[in-house]
């Protein structure tokens, strides 16, 4: 079946009244779609990676993170100095 785009102009609150008319399965697909879309800033996204490094490199310890960090913003700002 073909699908076609039609762009939409209501109103934001009657936008909330139709979404409060979802049953709970669609109010999950609706929430879980706008999450995607969602603009995050770079210390969220950063944070998101280190939690997902954290994770998968669990046998370096906390301390030798730390002390690469430290060298490798040291390496970055001498970088931009130049």
Do not use: C
């Not at 210390?43 to 490798?72: C, H």
Request: charged share 40%; net charge positive.
């Amino acid at each position: 079946m073909a699908t076609k785009t039609l762009k939409l102009e209501i109103p934001f609150q009657k936008l909330i009244s139709i979404i409060d008319q979802l049953d709970p399965d669609e109010k999950l697909i609706l929430k879980k779609k706008l999450e995607k879309q969602k603009v995050t800033t770079w210390q969220e996204r950063f944070g998101k990676a280190l939690q997902q490094l954290g994770k998968k490199n669990i046998r370096f310890s906390e301390k030798e993170v730390a002390e690469d960090i430290k060298k490798a913003i040291a390496e970055v700002r001498a970088g931009a100095k130049n």
